[in-house]
């Protein structure tokens, strides 16, 4: 009995194990912050833009002395920051374009601040004494821009931390401005939540936030009526002196012809982050010849680009090329055409801040390439903008006419009704004899042309089945103006990619289609050597990948519910194929119901043979539902979110009981519509559910990402 006494009592080799494990569970739970999960002094990088390494790049890095903004504004003798956050470049733009008037018509040196060059925190420490002005875009469905995630990760941390619940801002002293699209759910959420916290932590909002809204077009309008607000409250309240606004060169152009060739910079990638060029496969028109509208498919050729990785549902981001109809305009009215291939070199002046003209444009380099490569020339100028170029007009009659369609917001917008105010166009429009403007400064085109912007899209083959392809499916933009629809505004990126296409349609169209000089750009080096003769050159475009939470699900039992209208389809085409393939090599695959809308089965109805062949290969796993919005085979004109309704049995069977996955592709509208007809019938079909139970319980598919929505406009 004693020994088996001492057998019970004895530790064996399990128990040191288990004892060995638990204290290294609470060493290591003990030392947290301390040999781990302490934070990372490099974190800002993944937000932050990667400064340039040539030129006025360099100096700006070297600038940037400090991550804390409070300690910048002393620095600079700085009283006013205007914070940007910004995706697509307007609410950067509209930073840049706030800070220099502030400075100019009142004095008062106004430091602009992309939020992920700053630590969060520093905010904060940002005195009474001074002034903050926060810009800030919404992106996609209540999302912040990229360079605004550090700053919302730590603002909402924050706010969620209850022993923090102190009047951190209590100094801060605010504007708030907001760009947004009611066509999304979330219209400007941004904004309204960052304001939500500064004021709940004590900060002093000293005038309601306003809100642009782009659904109705009127982004511009709108930040030009907060602005004058600003202004009238600078005045009004705060005392501040207003003067007539003079233009005043932050930077410095020079002329050059000794500068070797090789260094100038000719259009090469220098953006953040960096493009690469991509060879052009191929190029095929997907729209029926009948139809007056184009769709492209394109695919690239990734074999020589090890870098660029795609993952399914991921976007690509194309930089274009201006056209060169609208780049000899410019010169022409400029009165520059004899110098636009001079070398010239881009210089601060003393004293001046020029961190955002050295992010826009490189040095040394060539007129032409910077109107080319670099700048928005295809814009339509704002009206604000317009009165600043009025001064420099070459007559009375310009003078006179710029200034008129600054100052009334009504002949402004009937006279963009019926044209197109580009800058170049604008310069030829503003006298009867299209006097040049040779006294018009290149470094204000430089200072006030925003920079040329990538257009994203989304990757419609499958990294699964192409790995080293990517397929692109493109709508070609044109916009017929209002009151005079004989003029179209093309769209800049997919009217460019329309000009490589290699087919009798682009032939034909040869006689309105602008024009490009280069697919790409001219050789970096200088030199001008050309290809071996047996060697085709293949057109490349400049690309970069943008990573998107678009994914499937990691079961591929998993049924899926695809809505799509027009090239929304595109990653849905990805998602079939990957399907595809995994049926193919033995794998079970969900049920997939995939609903498809267009215009007419005759014009635009995209990859319908493909998805013809892929029901057949699915065998009854997939089904296509058609809406046609004008005209439909029997004569029937319906929207995809009516196929929806149509088919609500189904749906509910897959989305609840089956516990499918649910994906909107197109135009926000669309799918904010589709949304509440779904939360509709699940209200009406569930016993016990009311509507408020069927809007929660969409929420929670949204917030376990079953849920999905890759939308725009």
């Given at each position: 009995m004693a020994s088996l006494l001492t057998l019970q009592t004895q530790p064996n080799t399990t128990d040191y194990v288990a004892l060995t494990f638990l204290s290294l569970v609470g060493a290591t739970f003990l030392s947290r912050g301390i040999l781990w999960d302490q934070p990372d002094p490099y974190r800002h990088l993944l937000y932050e833009r990667p400064q340039l390494k040539h030129g006025n790049g360099a100096?700006?890095?070297?600038?940037?002395?400090?991550r804390n903004i409070a300690r910048r504004l002393e620095e600079t003798n700085s009283p006013i920051v205007v914070f940007w956050g910004s995706q697509s470049g307007t609410a950067e733009s509209f930073a840049h374009r706030l800070a220099r008037e502030i400075t100019l018509r009142f004095g008062q040196n106004t430091l602009t601040a992309d939020l992920s060059d700053y630590d969060p925190a520093s905010v904060t420490e940002i005195p009474s004494s001074k002034l903050a002005i926060f810009i800030l875009s919404t992106y996609g469905e209540g999302d912040p821009a990229d360079n605004t995630v550090e700053f919302w990760d730590w603002l909402n941390s924050n706010d969620r931390n209850t022993e923090k619940k102190q009047k951190q801002f209590s100094g801060l002293r605010y504007f708030a401005f907001g760009l947004g699209n009611s066509n999304y759910k979330f219209y400007n959420r941004v904004i309204d939540r960052v304001v939500e916290v500064l004021d709940d932590h004590g900060a002093n909002a000293l005038l309601p936030v306003s809100r642009a809204n782009d659904a109705t077009g009127s982004t511009q309008e709108d930040f030009i009526s907060w602005k004058e607000t600003l202004f009238a409250f600078f005045r009004e309240s705060l005392g501040f002196t207003q003067?007539?606004?003079?233009?005043?060169?932050?930077i410095s152009i020079k002329t050059d012809e000794a500068i070797d060739p090789s260094a100038l910079h000719r259009g090469e990638p220098r953006h953040s982050p960096n493009p690469v060029p991509i060879p052009i496969s191929g190029i095929r028109q997907l729209f029926e010849p009948i139809s007056d509208r184009h769709c492209l498919h394109i695919d690239l050729d990734i074999s020589s680009t090890p870098d660029v990785v795609y993952k399914t549902g991921d976007h690509l981001a194309v930089w274009p090329s201006n056209p060169d109809e609208e780049v000899d305009l410019?010169?022409?009215?400029?009165?520059?055409?004899?110098?636009?291939?001079?070398?010239?070199?881009?210089?601060?002046?003393?004293?001046?801040?020029?961190?955002?003209?050295?992010?826009?444009?490189?040095?040394?380099?060539?007129?032409?390439?910077?109107?080319?490569?670099?700048l928005e020339i295809t814009a339509q100028l704002p009206r604000d903008i317009l009165a600043t170029l009025a001064p420099f007009a070459p007559t009375n009659e310009a003078k006179t006419f710029l200034t008129e369609l600054a100052n009334?917001?009504?002949?402004?917008?009937?006279?963009?009704?019926?044209?197109?105010?580009t800058l170049a166009r604008v310069l030829a429009a503003s006298s009867t004899n299209q006097q040049q403007w040779t006294s018009l400064p290149l470094t204000y085109i430089l200072e006030t042309l925003p920079p040329l912007q990538p257009r994203y899209y989304s990757?419609?083959?499958?990294?699964?089945?192409?790995?080293?392809?990517?397929?692109l499916t493109v709508l070609v933009l044109s916009t017929p103006l209002q009151d005079n629809t004989a003029v179209s505004i093309p769209g800049l990126t997919s009217t460019y990619l329309l000009s490589l296409a290699d087919s009798p349609q682009t032939e034909s169209l040869n006689s309105i289609l602008?024009?490009?000089?280069?697919?790409?750009?001219?050789?970096?080096?200088?030199s001008s050597s050309p290809p071996p003769k047996n060697e085709k050159t293949k057109k490349k475009i400049l690309a970069h990948l943008r990573r998107s939470p678009f994914k499937l699900p990691r079961l591929q039992t998993t049924p899926l519910l695809l809505i799509a209208a027009g090239t929304g389809l595109a990653p849905f085409r990805a998602f079939l194929a990957e399907r595809r393939q995994l049926l193919k090599i033995g794998r079970e695959v969900g049920d997939m119901l995939l609903f498809f809308g267009c215009r007419s089965p005759l014009e635009d109805y995209i990859y319908r043979d493909e998805l013809q062949e892929m029901e057949g290969v699915f065998g009854g796993?997939?089904?296509?539902?058609?809406?046609?919005?004008?005209?439909?085979?029997?004569?029937?004109?319906?929207?995809?979110?009516?196929?929806?309704?149509?088919?609500?049995?189904?749906?509910?069977?897959?989305?609840v009981a089956d516990r499918g996955n649910l994906y909107i592709c197109g135009r926000a509208g669309m799918a904010r519509e589709?949304?509440?007809?779904?939360?509709?019938?699940l209200a009406e079909m569930e016993g016990d559910w009311g509507e408020r139970e069927a809007e929660e319980w969409v929420r929670g598919l949204k917030r376990r990402n079953k849920w999905q929505e890759d939308v725009w406009g």
């Amino acid at each position: 009995m004693a020994s088996l006494l001492t057998l019970q009592t004895q530790p064996n080799t399990t128990d040191y194990v288990a004892l060995t494990f638990l204290s290294l569970v609470g060493a290591t739970f003990l030392s947290r912050g301390i040999l781990w999960d302490q934070p990372d002094p490099y974190r800002h990088l993944l937000y932050e833009r990667p400064q340039l390494k040539h030129g006025n790049g360099a100096a700006a890095s070297k600038n940037q002395q400090t991550r804390n903004i409070a300690r910048r504004l002393e620095e600079t003798n700085s009283p006013i920051v205007v914070f940007w956050g910004s995706q697509s470049g307007t609410a950067e733009s509209f930073a840049h374009r706030l800070a220099r008037e502030i400075t100019l018509r009142f004095g008062q040196n106004t430091l602009t601040a992309d939020l992920s060059d700053y630590d969060p925190a520093s905010v904060t420490e940002i005195p009474s004494s001074k002034l903050a002005i926060f810009i800030l875009s919404t992106y996609g469905e209540g999302d912040p821009a990229d360079n605004t995630v550090e700053f919302w990760d730590w603002l909402n941390s924050n706010d969620r931390n209850t022993e923090k619940k102190q009047k951190q801002f209590s100094g801060l002293r605010y504007f708030a401005f907001g760009l947004g699209n009611s066509n999304y759910k979330f219209y400007n959420r941004v904004i309204d939540r960052v304001v939500e916290v500064l004021d709940d932590h004590g900060a002093n909002a000293l005038l309601p936030v306003s809100r642009a809204n782009d659904a109705t077009g009127s982004t511009q309008e709108d930040f030009i009526s907060w602005k004058e607000t600003l202004f009238a409250f600078f005045r009004e309240s705060l005392g501040f002196t207003q003067s007539e606004l003079v233009y005043q060169p932050t930077i410095s152009i020079k002329t050059d012809e000794a500068i070797d060739p090789s260094a100038l910079h000719r259009g090469e990638p220098r953006h953040s982050p960096n493009p690469v060029p991509i060879p052009i496969s191929g190029i095929r028109q997907l729209f029926e010849p009948i139809s007056d509208r184009h769709c492209l498919h394109i695919d690239l050729d990734i074999s020589s680009t090890p870098d660029v990785v795609y993952k399914t549902g991921d976007h690509l981001a194309v930089w274009p090329s201006n056209p060169d109809e609208e780049v000899d305009l410019l010169l022409h009215m400029l009165g520059r055409t004899h110098e636009a291939e001079t070398p010239i070199s881009i210089v601060s002046i003393e004293g001046a801040d020029v961190e955002d003209i050295s992010k826009k444009v490189p040095s040394p380099t060539t007129l032409l390439v910077l109107l080319r490569h670099y700048l928005e020339i295809t814009a339509q100028l704002p009206r604000d903008i317009l009165a600043t170029l009025a001064p420099f007009a070459p007559t009375n009659e310009a003078k006179t006419f710029l200034t008129e369609l600054a100052n009334n917001k009504e002949s402004y917008a009937e006279f963009t009704r019926r044209n197109h105010l580009t800058l170049a166009r604008v310069l030829a429009a503003s006298s009867t004899n299209q006097q040049q403007w040779t006294s018009l400064p290149l470094t204000y085109i430089l200072e006030t042309l925003p920079p040329l912007q990538p257009r994203y899209y989304s990757i419609s083959s499958s990294s699964v089945v192409s790995p080293r392809k990517i397929s692109l499916t493109v709508l070609v933009l044109s916009t017929p103006l209002q009151d005079n629809t004989a003029v179209s505004i093309p769209g800049l990126t997919s009217t460019y990619l329309l000009s490589l296409a290699d087919s009798p349609q682009t032939e034909s169209l040869n006689s309105i289609l602008p024009t490009y000089t280069n697919t790409l750009l001219p050789p970096t080096t200088g030199s001008s050597s050309p290809p071996p003769k047996n060697e085709k050159t293949k057109k490349k475009i400049l690309a970069h990948l943008r990573r998107s939470p678009f994914k499937l699900p990691r079961l591929q039992t998993t049924p899926l519910l695809l809505i799509a209208a027009g090239t929304g389809l595109a990653p849905f085409r990805a998602f079939l194929a990957e399907r595809r393939q995994l049926l193919k090599i033995g794998r079970e695959v969900g049920d997939m119901l995939l609903f498809f809308g267009c215009r007419s089965p005759l014009e635009d109805y995209i990859y319908r043979d493909e998805l013809q062949e892929m029901e057949g290969v699915f065998g009854g796993k997939l089904r296509i539902v058609t809406a046609f919005s004008r005209y439909g085979p029997t004569g029937e004109r319906a929207y995809v979110q009516d196929r929806v309704s149509q088919w609500k049995t189904q749906v509910r069977e897959m989305l609840v009981a089956d516990r499918g996955n649910l994906y909107i592709c197109g135009r926000a509208g669309m799918a904010r519509e589709v949304e509440r007809r779904v939360t509709a019938f699940l209200a009406e079909m569930e016993g016990d559910w009311g509507e408020r139970e069927a809007e929660e319980w969409v929420r929670g598919l949204k917030r376990r990402n079953k849920w999905q929505e890759d939308v725009w406009g």
